[in-house]
């Protein structure tokens, strides 16, 4: 069954790190678009970062440039989000998105959003000031 794993959420102080995991099925990691997606309580979510495994390429939400890093690891068929000088607003349940393998993609945050057909159960980021 598809599946996306979630690890590594946590609380820290502002200017913390934190480095979140995704471990996918293979057919959900392989040459496909995945992404980190973020929602603070009473607000809408919010794409934070995408790579595309195939190529490796990575775009990002203009908020968390300069301070998030996504990356992949082939090997293990995982997606990380490392997160440095986080803020409190970066406050919020990370949810880690594989694309539907079938559809074609671009890689601007925020586009196509609709084609994530694929969710992971979500790891809690506090960050305190």
């Known amino acids: 069954a598809a599946q996306l794993v979630e690890s590594g959420g946590g609380s820290v102080q502002a200017g913390g790190s934190l480095r979140l995991s995704c471990a996918a099925s293979?057919?959900?990691?392989?040459?496909?678009?995945m992404a980190w997606f973020r929602q603070a309580p009473g607000k809408e979510r919010e794409e934070v970062a995408r790579?595309?495994?195939?190529?490796?390429?990575?775009a990002y939400v203009d908020s968390v440039k300069g301070r998030f890093t996504i990356s992949q690891d082939n090997a293990k068929n995982t997606v990380y989000l490392q997160m440095n000088s986080l803020k409190p607003e970066d406050t919020a349940m990370y949810y880690c998105?594989?694309?539907?393998?079938?559809?074609?993609?671009?890689?601007?945050?925020?586009?196509?959003?609709?084609?994530?057909?694929?969710w992971g159960q979500g790891t809690q980021v506090t960050v305190s000031s």
């Open positions: 790579i595309d495994t195939g190529g490796g390429s990575t």
């Open positions: 293979g057919y959900l990691y392989s040459d496909n678009l």
């Open positions: 998105a594989a694309f539907n393998p079938v559809l074609p993609f671009e890689m601007v945050v925020g586009l196509r959003t609709a084609g994530f057909a694929y």
